[in-house]
């Protein structure tokens, strides 16, 4: 593989995004195989991917952890990072959208857009990484380009800007009609397994319809290709080469192809379009990052400043490997580096290009380039690393909340410092894990993004560490909220030990939060808090308001049903007076914590707990049997379609219903129904369900 070329502008550094089953893992594979990186076709249903190395991932038929590949073509080199598609796994998909410059969404040309592909969009959107499609699976019974591209606009409300039309449906599936260059791509045919020709004649009416149609849609976003087109009433190839470019970098449009990965056609012109449409870090803005109270931004120059963004730690046969996206500078092999967070400096040991679980050494990396390095101690996944002398600190990735816990001990207590070992070193891989001691029970508590996502890690530390480990039912993360508050609870904190006391006078108002709210959260929402003050006059200095805050902050931790966090509440402070000699901004936080406290014991509570959109695919036969099961799952169903003999049937469920739903379902519809889950927030659970799911 060529690692001479020039990073600013011949480099993509790309993701593959999309619902689990919809054919990531396979277009990957055949982009390696198309490329030449390798030199044999991967196949899931035989475990010999490259992306999907790890025994649980080639076990279970998934991808589980996001893997990163190199390869070439067109003189281009393409840093690929092929993401998980189960919603237990989104934070993958966070850490790797952070810090990609664009992404392949692929869709199943039969499903369209399903809801985990929908979520990583989203994420993607959050991220601001330009995208293009992959209708996947031409080949399916049922396929229909159409149809999939009518999903996404209306799911996604995106402008497709389809520039293929499939030769042949279903099984007759053999080809494309490039739209751009009016010419026809048949696979099976010629040295390179496909050959370039005229478009087909049972094909040329409709192949001008769709072209003009892309000229249409084009010139309404895009200015200079209206131009063109109120000029001469037709786009050049060029022309609209160069706003599809345009047009998918700012997000306006996003182009659409199509093809089967599984058979291996529609690769080579989705590697065009990731060349010609996708941005290069040098087409990227300048990563933006703090200086202290300064805000800086670095450019991908490999003579600017060092920065890099670690987004992956791994624990390896070779090492501890930590993944990396230069942003700016060079780094080179024995450097000496410093992680902004911790103020500590780290050695460059080893610079690594991957190619999944295999690496090639290079002897430096420059702005635009992930790699992996060996030889970090300390770095985490989310730290800066930069040059000592010009100290930056990069907006790390956000882990999502967990919502699913068990309780995990050793098998004997001989091996209970192993398991604690074994824990941290499975957190630090994975920042959505969290792992807490109970200060009731003194269990260890495992807690990650769904039950899947728990079974995966307990797994891991089996196979991993050797050790014999008991598991607890999983629970999920219930909360508490307000359902009605109190007015004017007034709290005094006094206290007088000897010298200088501590005095803290506030009153406080707790309402709920309404929908819409601190960003939407609402009352279902996690962590969901506004806090306002309204004292006048001084009675209380903005220093000691801060410490009100952050008090009621702490209070937030244990709600006064049972002890789970609160959200969803807004309180307000008043009023409030101080002492001259015995106020503070401890005695004011002290004044905060217990006055909140005390006011939600005051106040009407609700338990909330995490609910699930589920869309569950039977054969048409079986739909009757799981309306009735999530029924008494508490499942409220939304909507139902039909597909070709199947019926994908939506509901919302309480997560905690769901735990040995897979089992379930695969009885009543005699193993082939399948189902997929996405968190839509917190609801009211029933005390009776609550007590339930608290004794089972």
């Known amino acids: 593989m060529r690692t001479d070329l020039n990073t600013s502008t011949t480099v993509r550094n790309l993701g593959i995004l999309a619902h689990v089953d919809a054919g990531k893992t396979t277009v990957t594979e055949r982009i390696l195989y198309a490329t030449g990186a390798t030199h044999k076709r991967g196949e899931v249903h035989k475990g010999t991917t490259v992306t999907d190395y790890d025994p649980q991932e080639r076990d279970r038929g998934i991808t589980i952890f996001a893997a990163a590949v190199s390869c070439t073509w067109d003189e281009h080199r393409i840093n690929l990072i092929d993401t998980p598609g189960h919603v237990d796994f989104s934070d993958e998909v966070e850490r790797s959208l952070r810090v990609l410059d664009g992404a392949v969404t692929v869709f199943d040309a039969v499903a369209g857009v399903e809801p985990q592909s929908e979520s990583v969009w989203r994420q993607a959107d959050r991220h601001g990484v330009p995208r293009i499609v992959f209708v996947n699976k031409m080949d399916r019974v ?277 398991l604690s070992s074994a824990l941290a070193a499975l957190v630090e891989e994975d920042p959505s894990l969290v792992v807490r001691t109970d200060p009731e029970t003194g269990q260890t508590v495992l807690s990650g993004m769904g039950e899947l996502h728990l079974e995966v890690a307990v797994e891991k530390i089996r196979r991993s560490h050797g050790l014999h480990i008991a598991v607890g039912r999983p629970r999920v993360a219930y909360r508490e909220t307000v359902v009605r508050g109190v007015s004017g609870l007034v709290y005094r904190h006094v206290k007088q030990e000897g010298g200088a006391g501590q005095f803290a006078h506030v009153v406080l108002d707790v309402a709920p939060l309404a929908d819409g709210d601190a960003g939407g959260g609402g009352a279902g929402g996690d962590g969901a808090f506004e806090f306002r003050s309204t004292v006048v006059g001084g009675r209380v200095p903005q220093e000691y308001v801060r410490a009100v805050e952050a008090g009621c902050r702490d209070a937030l931790a244990e709600g006064p049903l049972d002890g789970h966090p609160v959200t969803g509440l807004r309180v307000t402070l008043t009023d409030g007076a101080t002492h001259s000699k015995d106020s503070s901004e401890m005695a004011f936080r002290a004044a905060g914590r217990f006055a909140l406290r005390e006011a939600l014991r005051a106040a009407e509570m609700e338990l909330l707990e995490p609910v699930v959109e589920v869309v569950v695919t039977v054969p048409d036969d079986a739909v009757g049997g799981v309306l009735g099961d ?15 003999g199947t019926t994908a049937v939506t509901a919302t469920v309480p997560l905690a219903e769901l735990f040995g739903y897979a089992s379930r379902l695969r009885s009543r519809s005699q193993g082939r129904g399948t189902f997929t889950t996405r968190p839509t927030g917190y609801a009211p659970v029933p005390v009776a369900a609550y007590r339930q799911a608290l004794s089972g």
């Open 142 to 418: 049922g396929a229909d380009l159409d149809r999939a591209v009518a999903s996404v606009q209306e799911r996604l409300h995106v402008v497709p800007l389809v520039v293929q039309l499939p030769i042949g449906q279903e099984d007759g599936f053999t080809g494309t009609v490039d739209l751009v260059h009016m010419r026809a791509l048949v696979w099976g045919a010629g040295p390179d397994g496909f050959a370039t020709g005229a478009v087909p004649d049972a094909l040329h009416d409709e192949a001008r319809r769709r072209r003009r149609m892309l000229e249409e849609r084009v010139a309404e976003l895009h200015p200079a290709a209206l131009e063109e087109y109120c000029a001469t009433s037709a786009l050049s190839a060029a022309t609209l080469t160069a706003a599809l470019r345009d047009l998918t970098r700012s997000g306006e449009g996003v182009v659409v192809l199509c093809g089967s990965a599984y058979r291996n056609r529609g690769i080579e012109p989705l590697l065009d379009a990731v060349v010609s449409y996708l941005p290069s870090p040098a087409d990227m803005p300048p990563v933006r990052g703090t200086r202290g109270t300064a805000v800086e931004e670095r450019a991908a120059d490999p003579s600017a400043p060092f920065a890099a963004l670690a987004f992956k730690v791994s624990a390896t046969a070779t090492g501890r490997l930590t993944c990396l996206r230069v942003y700016s500078g060079t780094m080179r092999k024995g450097d000496t580096v410093l992680d902004a967070g911790t103020g500590r400096t780290e050695r460059i040991g080893r610079i690594l290009h991957v190619q999944a679980d295999r690496h090639a050494e290079a002897d430096r990396a420059v702005a635009g380039d992930i790699v992996a390095v060996v030889g970090l101690k300390g770095t985490r996944a989310g730290s800066t690393l930069c040059a000592p002398d010009a100290p930056l600190v990069l907006e790390p990735p956000k882990a999502a909340a967990p919502v699913v816990s068990v309780a995990v001990e050793a098998g004997n207590s001989t091996e209970t410092a192993r």
């Open 630 to 644: 999530l029924a008494a799952r508490r499942g409220r169903v939304s909507g139902s379609a039909a597909r070709t």
